[in-house]
């Protein structure tokens, strides 16, 4: 004989073991109550505890979710960022690039200026030296080819020793004015 069919309830719900005599076993409806007869207080604690457990939880999943999309949205804008200041340095490099080279030519303009003084005061030497600095400058490749022209011809004037500078310095002011045009016209 099973256990099962040697316990025989009792009207009241509580099983009897007829072998052991009258000792009472909890029966199906006892078991439904135990939490109540076992501490019901602690039971709630427990599932409080483990519902709180469980929604700290989904907020931290949740909360890491939002951070990984903030900082995949900050890397975006960092991105875009870059590349408009990106955008904006290659235009910033290219207006310094352009400015330097105007900065070139003015002083290429002020050593041509400095070449007639000195013809003037009868230093052919510095003169010369002058002017040969001025053909180089305007004959290098990035310059416009008017002006690169006008550096041929500044390349071979080469003022004459002589008591009259007259005649010398009047070609090196019409230079000088050509040069300033086509500098002005390259603005």
Same mark, same amino acid.
């Given at each position: ?6 316990? &025989? ?10 072998? &052991? ?67 904006? +340095? ?12 105007? /900065? ?15 013809? &003037? /005061? ?8 002058? +002017? ?10 990035? &310059? ?18 002589? /008591? ?10 019409? +230079? ?12």
């Amino acid at each position: 004989m099973s256990t099962l069919a040697a316990n &025989v309830r009792a009207p009241d719900g509580i099983a009897v073991n007829p072998r &052991v005599g009258a000792e009472p076993r909890p029966g199906v409806a006892e078991h439904a109550r135990a939490p109540e007869r076992l501490g019901h207080p602690a039971l709630r604690r427990v599932l409080l505890i483990c519902g709180l457990a469980g929604l700290l939880g989904a907020a931290y999943g949740i909360g890491r979710l939002e951070g990984e999309l903030s900082r995949e949205r900050v890397a975006e804008q960092a991105a875009a960022k870059t590349e408009r200041h990106s955008a904006k +340095l290659d235009d910033l490099r290219a207006l310094a690039a352009a400015q330097e080279e105007r /900065a070139r030519l003015l002083e290429a303009r002020r050593e041509l200026h400095r070449a007639a003084l000195d013809l &003037v /005061a009868y230093n052919f030497g510095m003169a010369r030296e002058r +002017l040969s600095r001025v053909a180089r400058a305007l004959r290098r490749p990035e &310059v416009a080819p008017k002006l690169s022209a006008l550096g041929t011809e500044l390349g071979t004037f080469a003022p004459a020793v002589a /008591a009259d500078v007259a005649a010398d310095r009047r070609r090196l002011d019409a +230079l000088a004015e050509r040069f300033d045009v086509v500098l002005d016209a390259t603005e």
